[in-house]
């Protein structure tokens, strides 16, 4: 289970985003890009990031996007560019060959945080109270 | 009424892990200590392989036969110390830092060899990760060893994820598991440096083929090398050892006379040390004198 603290690593980026903006209250949404050639459940990592949320301040109402990458090969012999998949055994489809570098499909990023910003004057009621 | 602002960025998520491995490294590499991180399924032999190979390579071992892995619940019927002989003059100082969820059984098996083992127990975690090991060089000595081996939780997903700061990643697959699981369990198949299948012993008694457990290695790490081993009986540990040692000293080639090189401060490289853990020394070496 360690997309617990795959969703724990997002939810301290987001927490990070929101103090470096001090006009800021709280992060609405996060997105992420998870490869295919890492080791994440996207479901698993979906559950976790929903029952941590509630713990990270300014966080509760953040929704996770997710976007899966998929894998892109280069063929070790051929050179050919392909969906490395288990159906094949990861090989080539042209030639049967194998991996050499992988193009795509190592990404764990977060690729961009949407926050909601308090306005002027909710900004200045706030300070008045 | 709320404004909303957008932020596109790149940051990866496991950036905190990999700055901590990069640490460790850097810690690693002061005490010239060439580590290798030890990762496969519970049970495939990564304590078996490493009683083997600490009587083969350790010098710090004091008890060249073990009878080991008498474990609770199990009767060791093995002749004592069978396949465990060291096969040459032993000539590494070695240390052992042991990963298992829960108890002592595998710390308690290759101390018998008589070679360091630190323990760290991961609770509820299924894998170590750089921040356990940083805590542990910070808190303990280590006998400048030449190498350190991890052995991981034996898990074959989580620790893939996870790198320690290590210098190389072993992968084992033993001959009961299948020659299939390369192909199931990818990503870990992808990122090592090497594979061991162990327990060849058994072969006539698995349907396992050797072919086939390589072919599908090779589809997605064709730089992978590729051992056959036996610990029990000790066949094809010759190549294993001696790919360790040539390893080994590759490893301390890159560091050779490194310290007369303009860009590298032994002083601020100690004093760094000093500031995370006073109570560790330092030591200035040369891999040359090392050797000797």
Redesign the interface.
């Known amino acids: 289970m360690h997309e617990a603290t795959i969703a724990q690593s997002i939810l301290n980026i987001a927490v990070d985003k929101l103090k470096q903006a001090p006009q800021a209250g709280s992060v609405s949404s996060i997105k992420i890009q998870v490869g295919e050639f890492r080791n994440v459940e996207i479901d698993c990592l979906q559950f976790a990031f929903d029952n941590l949320k509630i713990s990270f301040e300014g966080c509760q109402n953040c929704q996770l996007k997710t976007e899966l990458i998929l894998a892109s090969a280069r063929c070790r012999d051929c050179a050919d560019t392909y969906h490395p998949d288990f159906e094949e055994a990861f090989r080539c489809r042209k030639c049967n060959g194998s991996i050499g570098k992988l193009m795509s499909g190592e990404e764990l990023d977060v690729v961009a945080v949407t926050l909601e910003t308090i306005s002027k004057e909710q900004n200045n009621y706030a300070r008045s109270r | 009424?709320?404004?909303?602002?957008?932020?596109?960025?790149?940051?990866?998520?496991?950036a905190?892990n990999e700055e901590l491995a990069n640490h460790n490294r850097g810690h690693l590499d002061e005490l010239n200590a060439w580590t290798v991180n030890i990762m496969s399924a519970p049970g495939a032999g990564k304590t078996r392989l490493l009683e083997a190979t600490l009587l083969a390579l350790g010098n710090n071992v004091s008890q060249p036969a073990v009878a080991s892995s008498h474990r609770p619940g199990q009767v060791d019927t093995r002749p004592a110390g069978e396949g465990l002989k060291p096969t040459e003059r032993s000539v590494y100082r070695i240390t052992v830092i042991e990963g298992d969820m829960v108890g002592e059984l595998d710390k308690q098996r290759l101390s018998k060899t008589g070679v360091p083992v630190l323990q760290i127990s991961t609770g509820r975690s299924?894998?170590l990760?750089a921040q356990m090991i940083a805590r542990l060089l910070h808190a303990e000595k280590l006998e400048r060893p030449d190498i350190i081996f991890i052995e991981n939780v034996g898990n074959l997903?989580?620790p893939?994820?996870?790198p320690l700061g290590e210098h190389k990643r072993i992968v084992l697959l033993s001959v009961t598991e299948g020659d299939d699981k390369p192909?199931?369990y990818?990503?870990?198949f992808?990122n090592c440096d090497a594979v061991i299948l162990t327990k060849t012993d058994l072969l006539p008694y698995v349907d396992f083929k050797i072919a086939a457990a390589k072919f599908?290695i090779?589809?997605?790490?064709?730089g992978a090398k590729i051992f056959t081993v036996s610990s029990m009986t000790g066949e094809g540990m010759t190549e294993w050892l001696a790919w360790l040692k040539d390893q080994l000293s590759h490893y301390r080639q890159q560091f050779k006379g490194a310290a007369q090189h303009s860009n590298f401060d032994l002083n601020s490289a100690n004093r760094h040390v000093k500031n995370l853990n006073s109570g560790m020394e330092t030591y200035t070496i040369s891999a040359h004198q090392r050797d000797a």
């Open positions: 009424m709320h404004e909303v602002a957008n932020e596109h960025m790149l940051e990866n998520i496991l905190n299924c894998h990760d997903v989580c893939a994820e996870f192909i199931k990818p990503v870990i992808r599908n090779e589809a997605l790490n064709a």
